[in-house]
Every structure is written in C-alpha cells, then in structure tokens.
C-alpha cells in the first residue's frame, strides 16, 4: 500500500516569551504540557519550526537545540532545570539543532519529521549563537501529523 501523511494538526505555539533574551549558553524553562493523547488521536510525527528574531551579530557555528521532554505515567515529567550543567534533558531528550549563520537578521528554520511520544510533552530550546536571543519576537511553534495507508 502507498504511504501518505494524513491532515496536520493546527500549527500550534509551544515558547515565546520564554526566548525573550535568552543568554547564550542558556536553556529555556520548558513549554507547557503538549497533550498528545486526547481524542484517540495520539500523533506519531511533528515539525518544529524555530524564529529567531533579529539581534546582535552571532557567533561563526551558532546553533539552538531542540529537546522533547516526554512524560510515561500521564503524570510526572524528568527534571528540568534551565541550567546548562547537569541537566538531565540536554543529553537525553535532544532531538534536532538549527543552524544558524553569523548574521543579525531574524532566521525562520523547519525541521523535517521528529518522532513524537504516545503520550503528552514538553519542549525547550537552548542558545548557543554567542548572543542573547532578541527581547521579543523569538518562536518555536509545531505542527503533528499521521500516516494513512490507501489500499
């Protein structure tokens, strides 16, 4: 059978004010919890897309980092501090990096099919473009989809 992706879901906002003047080197507080359970629907795929907003010059090899933060018991969710060192979710729950030049002009970047948890979420982004991120205007928004087999 052929594959294709069902209708996405509703380009939905995950942080905002939580980039606002984000220190190089800093992870955000997480997102609010991203329900991936109701009405039966439990998506298998998202794409992320990240806008940095214009600011200083960044660093030659910027980058921010994405991290999915999943919960298993419907519940309770690792530990997840806004430190860089020792931070449980920067190692184990990265799930894709943006790439970034060393420009001051705002970047809009998509990522291409992450695999998402069949439960509910959270997400956090870290900055590493040798710049505080702008006062406002940074987002990270995502959009779940499905497959859907035709006979």
């Known amino acids: 059978m052929p594959r294709r992706y069902t209708a996405e879901d509703t380009i939905a906002t995950a942080l905002s004010t939580e980039l606002n003047s984000l220190a190089n080197g800093s992870i955000c507080a997480v997102s609010a919890e991203i329900d991936n359970t109701t009405s039966g629907k439990r998506w298998p795929y998202m794409e992320v897309e990240v806008v940095i907003a214009a600011t200083a010059a960044r660093s030659v090899g910027a980058f921010c980092a994405l991290y999915l933060v999943p919960e298993v018991d419907d519940t309770n969710y690792p530990d997840a501090s806004t430190s860089t060192t020792g931070n449980e979710y920067m190692s184990k729950y990265y799930v894709d990096s943006f790439p970034l030049d060393a420009a001051t002009t705002a970047r809009r970047l998509v990522t291409k099919q992450l695999d998402l948890p069949p439960g509910n979420f959270k997400l956090a ?9 702008a006062a406002s205007g940074n987002t990270v928004k995502f959009r779940r989809y499905s497959d859907d087999y035709a006979a």
């Open 125 to 133: 982004l870290s900055n590493n473009t040798g710049v505080a991120l």
